[in-house]
Each structure stands twice: as structure tokens, then as C-alpha cells.
């Protein structure tokens, strides 16, 4: 199960609304021996640039636009925020891990960005119940992430015009089943829907039902580092149920899983079962030096990157799918993650 995501933020259950001022205005103050400068960036409105601090303050417009939202870098602290045609204001002086910057709004009762700062306070709630709880049983870690989910999706519900749905529903990713997810995108207003955040995030969704359980398997093929080419059709569909393994060297969680894939290798290895490894997103390098680390023995494709988790609707990893003999996708997901890997493959080779 995915842990709660830190882009994700969510927003207290009150109507959105817009300002009809053009420019938001960025203040703020830093420590007297703090950084000279400031890092804002705006991807959905272009804006990426340095701002030099005069006597530890700086000040900077920003074109307003509730459907963007943006991050202020200073120090060791990244801020979001939204341009809301409000003055919004960063105190970092003082600022800890225990006391972390504070952000204001001119204009909380209209603001959207006020709503923005007190939502992550709720989230935070959720933050440190999970740090603070040892030794979670799966149910209890389910029953925790549908109230984190549950407040999620009501937060885009209730913001579905400005980019606090934009930023949940980034974070319900790979969270939602697809229906789920499809519900909460049909709400979403136009223009939130046409960002290409969510235009995204649609693809992927319709990549996933093309190829979720039930479907035949789509083929892709792979230029390897040795000028091979190898395609998932080399090893998928060719009547043995095969284990495939979407993975990248840098990521800890798909490093974690390699024991239990090597448990129901070293079990079940031979005419009628097999595991591949596709590594995604990574440096042929890098996937090498890793696998050879966690004693990756078995098949793979490496120097995939976006090209299967484009087709198979991939938006995390690791990701695990198990064919069966003739190329149909059997399960997917998180039923074949950690302790439920090997009773799940062991229900089909019986």
C-alpha cells in the first residue's frame, strides 16, 4: 500500500472562489544569517526564477491563477502555495523542524491559499498518527489509509475549481481503483480538468482499464545496452505463468520487494512458472549495479523507462503483475505486494 504521499494536500469543505485581482504579491523575511536568495516556481504558468533577499526580505508579483499552484524554495524549506490575487506572506525567521515556516494570507476569509494553510495543519494530524504508531497489522494500516483517502477525495470534491483538487487528486493516484478515480475526475470542473496534470493522470486511468485484470497483455519491446532488443512477448504468453516486476535501482520500496520475488522464484522456478524484472524510469547503470546487489538472478529488460508504465497505466513502483500461460493479466497491484505475494501466485499453480 502507498504511504501517504507529502506533495499531497488537502482543503477544508468550503466553496472555492476567485479573486479579481491579477498579480498575487509574495513577501517574506528570513533569518538574518539565513540564504540571499529565494527559488519560486509556478510550472503551470511558467514562472520559474531567483529572487534576491534585501535585508533578509523579499517581495515578488506572480500572475494569479487559482488553477496553478507553486513552490517557494528557501533554505531547507519548500512551501506550496497557490496564487490567489491575494498578498501572501512567508515568515521563515526562527523557522524548525518543530516551529516550520508560517504562511499568511491578506485575505484569509477569501483566500484560497488560507484554506491551503489550514488544511495542511489536518494533514499533518494524519502525519504524525502514522509516524508515531509502531508495528501497524494490515487491517490497521487499511483502515487508516480510507480516512486518509476519504478525506482526500472530499477535499478535491469541495475544491474542484482551484488547484487543491489539482494537488489531491496528484495524491490519490495509484490510491483510487479506477471507478473510484473516474468518479472523482468527473467532478472536477473544466478547467481543472484540462490541466495537464489531470490530463495525465486520465491516461494513465485509461491505460490501466486496457490492460487490468482479465485483458490479454500488451507488447513492448525495449533496446537494451547490449543493442539486443528485447520485448515483454519474449517471455509473456509463452505458457508459463510469469511474475513481472516493474522496478527502478533508486527506489527503496521496489529494493524491499526483491526478497519476496527471489522467495517465489527460488520456490516455484521452472516449467510452469517465471519472473521478469522490467526496470523503468532508471539508468541501464544503475538497474545493473542494483540487481547484482539483491541478487536479481532471473529474466529482465532493463532501460525501459516510460515506455511500459505509459501502456500499462503506471504511475508508482514497484509494480507487479502476473500473467498467466496465455498472456491474460491475472492480478496486479497490491495483491501481490509483500506477505500476499506468494499465497496469491500459489492459488494459480495448484
Known amino acids: 500500500m502507498k504511504k501517504i504521499s507529502l506533495i499531497a494536500v488537502a482543503a477544508l469543505m468550503i466553496a472555492a472562489c476567485n479573486s479579481a485581482s491579477k498579480t498575487t504579491l509574495l513577501t517574506g523575511t528570513v533569518d538574518e544569517n539565513g540564504p540571499s536568495a529565494i527559488q519560486i516556481s509556478v ?64 485575505k484569509p476569509k477569501k483566500s484560497i491559499q488560507e484554506r491551503l494553510t489550514q488544511v495542511r495543519k489536518g494533514l499533518d494530524e494524519f502525519y504524525k498518527e502514522y509516524s508515531e504508531k509502531k508495528d501497524w497489522t494490515p487491517e490497521e494500516e487499511a483502515e487508516f489509509m480510507d480516512r486518509y483517502n476519504k478525506y482526500s477525495v472530499d477535499a478535491a470534491k469541495a475544491n474542484k475549481d482551484n488547484a487543491i483538487s489539482l494537488l489531491m487528486v496528484q495524491g490519490l493516484a495509484g490510491e483510487l481503483d479506477n471507478d473510484e478515480m473516474s468518479n472523482l475526475l468527473a467532478e472536477l470542473s473544466p478547467e481543472i480538468a484540462a490541466t495537464p496534470e489531470i490530463v495525465s493522470i486520465k491516461s494513465a486511468l485509461e491505460s490501466a482499464k486496457k490492460t487490468a485484470e482479465g485483458q490479454k497483455f500488451t507488447d513492448f519491446e525495449i533496446a537494451q545496452p547490449d543493442g539486443s532488443v528485447k520485448k515483454l512477448s519474449d517471455y509473456v504468453g509463452k505458457g508459463k505463468y510469469v511474475l513481472v516486476d516493474f522496478w527502478a535501482s533508486w527506489c527503496g520500496p521496489c529494493k524491499r520487494e526483491i526478497p519476496n520475488i527471489k522467495a517465489v522464484y527460488d520456490k516455484y522456478h521452472g516449467d510452469n512458472f517465471d519472473v521478469l524484472s522490467v526496470a523503468v524510469w532508471d539508468k541501464p547503470e544503475d538497474t545493473a549495479k542494483a540487481a547484482a546487489e539483491h541478487g536479481v538472478v532471473w529474466n529482465q529488460i532493463v532501460n525501459a523507462q516510460k515506455v511500459p508504465t505509459d501502456i500499462y497505466g503506471i504511475e508508482g513502483i514497484p509494480h507487479l503483475i502476473l500473467f ?20 496469491t501466485i500459489a492459488s ?3
Open 324 to 343: 498467466g500461460p496465455d498472456g491474460t493479466i491475472l492480478k496486479r497491484g497490491e495483491v501481490l505486494r509483500g506477505e500476499s505475494m506468494e499465497p
Open 348 to 350: 494459480y499453480l495448484k
Open 43 to 106: 510550472p503551470g504558468i511558467g514562472i520559474d526564477t531567483t529572487v534576491a533577499l534585501v535585508d533578509g526580505q523579499f517581495k515578488v508579483e506572480v500572475p494569479t491563477d487559482v488553477k496553478a499552484y507553486g513552490r517557494l524554495a528557501c533554505g531547507d524549506y519548500h512551501m506550496l502555495f497557490i496564487p490567489d490575487g491575494t498578498n501572501i506572506d512567508f515568515d521563515f525567521v526562527g523557522a524548525t523542524d518543530e516551529f516550520p515556516p508560517v504562511v499568511t494570507s491578506s
